[in-house]
């Protein structure tokens, strides 16, 4: 299933778009994510900005062929947790199963680079199977990740089916869709994908999607969240923090608002992996924290997402936390900090 319309090669691009030098010097290569923009969020770009926040995301650049030492092709390790050959099982009470290697729009700095855009297509029968069949055995996971790629880019029938042989198994699992879908392609999101998620909801669903920037927020993606959100399924977002795109406090301000105010709860912003050709986006840690405490001091805390990191070498996901409490002493006498700056005495 993909959105007609889409771009997919540097030269549909060109026609459309004055490349700048470092854009045309993107070569596909057997590693590279492959190019493909739908229609829908090409026209998101402001073509007269070169450094446009949208284009970032989408437009390769030949940075995307740099390869820096500590960087990997799997900085998570996900292979190593695979327990089938979809399915990763990294933390004790949930997993990940990768539904399908395609996208609508393949975003530039995308962490799962080594399989997305790849040949591997979308599961089939047998890999749904055996991962179903591995989750009937382990109690302890109480929520299974769809993922990818993008699992909306499987037909609605096509999910049906996966979700099916996923429930007969584990009628109990709470299942969270990850999908840029409402993003890049809002228009797929439709009252028979809703109508076939509601068949399956013996546990609830749950939508996590992936605003990046205020302008992605629009009529149409905000449609489409409402469809979900009127049948009862809570959608929670997830900002990758990209340099040159929203390393700001006003756009992180104005991405997180405008967020609540269509009914997405902000839940992870988080720093850049470190994975193969995407060094160009990551900003340093330092910045980040910087960024968070400030917003913090701007923003609801419903509005607030938690900065995180995802480990290399399997380290896993922790929270990146500004620090408030400067001193905790025996006596009991704590020394903090207040969001002001200024110092405060709890005893
Ligand atoms: C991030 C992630 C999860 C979900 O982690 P939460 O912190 O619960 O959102 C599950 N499995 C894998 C492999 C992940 O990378």
Request: charged share 25%.
């Amino acid at each position: 299933m993909s959105s007609s319309g889409t771009i997919t090669s540097l030269e549909q691009l060109e026609q459309r778009l004055e490349l700048k030098s470092e854009e045309r010097a993107w070569k596909e290569e057997g590693l590279s994510l492959p190019l493909a923009i739908t229609e829908y969020y090409f026209n998101l770009i402001n073509p007269d900005d070169c450094n446009d926040p949208i284009r970032r995301q989408v437009v390769p650049s030949v940075y995307e062929n740099e390869r820096l030492t500590h960087e990997s092709d799997d900085p998570l390790a996900e292979r190593m947790f695979a327990v089938t050959e979809r399915l990763v099982h990294r933390y004790p009470s949930r997993a990940a199963f990768l539904t399908t290697d395609k996208c609508a729009t393949y975003c530039r700095h995308c962490f799962r680079r080594r399989f997305s855009g790849g040949s591997s297509g979308r599961a089939s029968d047998e890999e749904i199977h055996s991962a179903a069949t591995y989750l009937a055995t382990q109690s302890q996971i109480k929520e299974l990740l769809l993922t990818g790629g993008d699992p909306l880019l499987l037909s609605t029938g096509e999910l049906d089916q996966m979700i099916a042989m996923f429930r007969s198994q584990r009628s109990d699992l709470v299942l969270r869709i990850c999908s840029r879908v409402p993003v890049t392609w809002p228009s797929r999101i439709d009252a028979q994908l809703i109508a076939m998620l509601k068949k399956h909801a013996t546990a609830p669903f749950y939508l996590i999607t992936q605003f990046n920037h205020p302008r992605e927020i629009t009529a149409e993606s905000k449609k489409a969240i409402d469809l979900f959100v009127e049948a009862g399924i809570m959608v929670l977002n997830q900002s990758v923090l990209l340099k040159g795109v929203n390393n700001d406090l006003e756009t992180l301000v104005a991405l997180m608002e405008n967020l609540v105010s269509i009914r997405v709860k902000p839940y992870y912003l988080f720093q850049g992996d470190l994975v193969w050709g995407t060094s160009h986006f990551r900003t340093t840690i330092a910045e980040g924290l910087d960024l968070v405490r400030a917003l913090r001091r701007r923003v609801s805390h419903l509005a607030m997402p938690q900065y995180a990191v995802d480990l290399p070498h399997a380290g896993g996901k922790v929270p990146l936390q500004e620090q408030y409490l400067k001193e905790l002493h025996p006596d009991g006498k704590s020394i903090f900090e207040t969001l002001e700056g200024e110092t405060r005495i709890y005893q």
